[in-house]
């Protein structure tokens, strides 16, 4: 490929079917912004304890080429989600609904073997294998799932404490 080249930017829909099958292979970069209803993320949606009107993610994704020593231009994909998920507290076992935002770098690779061989103290970005049917809706899925908290809570001091059998006669006996 040419350095000097102008590469043709594709801009994404925004309807969740389109993200299924992106072609990474192809000389071009992407942008795109859109919002995915719970409906569109179905293992999103088993992780909600509830789902109200205007819950869901909005995305944005940029993709770009950067030189890369020794080799071809290798294509970076910029992706950020951000939205509101309802999960149980796990301090006071109500409803408790909690904003997400994650902002995720990757370089994209032509294999498997190349994306075991990409160095791991790269923590800035890590390596996408690039296919013709590339399914961006999953990674977007996946990328809400690990901004997911382990332990769900209300903000410090909103809740009180759920009194559960186990705490109840603890320390008496």
């Known amino acids: 490929m ?8 594709v801009e994404l829909s925004a309807d969740p079917s389109a993200l299924r ?7 071009q970069s992407y942008k795109g912004v859109g919002f995915l209803e ?6 999103v949606a088993e992780e909600a304890s509830s789902i109200e009107p205007g819950d869901g993610f909005y995305w944005q994704i940029k993709t770009h080429f950067a030189d890369s020593p020794g080799s071809e231009p290798r294509q970076t994909l ?34 498997e073997a190349e994306a075991d061989a990409f160095p791991i103290e790269d923590d800035q970005q890590e ?20 901004s997911i908290p382990l332990i769900p809570k209300h903000p410090e001091s909103a ?10 006669g603890w320390g008496s006996s």
Do not use: W, Y
């Open 78 to 111: 910029e992706l950020e989600v951000k939205g509101r998920i309802h999960l149980v507290c796990q301090s006071c076992l109500q409803d408790c609904g909690l904003d997400l935002a994650q902002e995720s770098r990757f370089v994209m690779v032509a294999s």
């Open 127 to 146: 390596p996408l294998v690039a296919s013709q049917h590339f399914d961006l809706l999953s990674l977007i899925e996946d990328e809400i799932l690990l």
């Open 159 to 168: 809740c009180q404490p759920h009194a559960s059998s186990f705490g109840e």
């Open 38 to 43: 719970m409906t569109a993320l179905p293992r």
């Open 21 to 27: 099958r992106i072609d990474f292979c192809a000389p």
């Open 2 to 9: 040419n350095r000097n080249q102008v590469l043709p930017q």
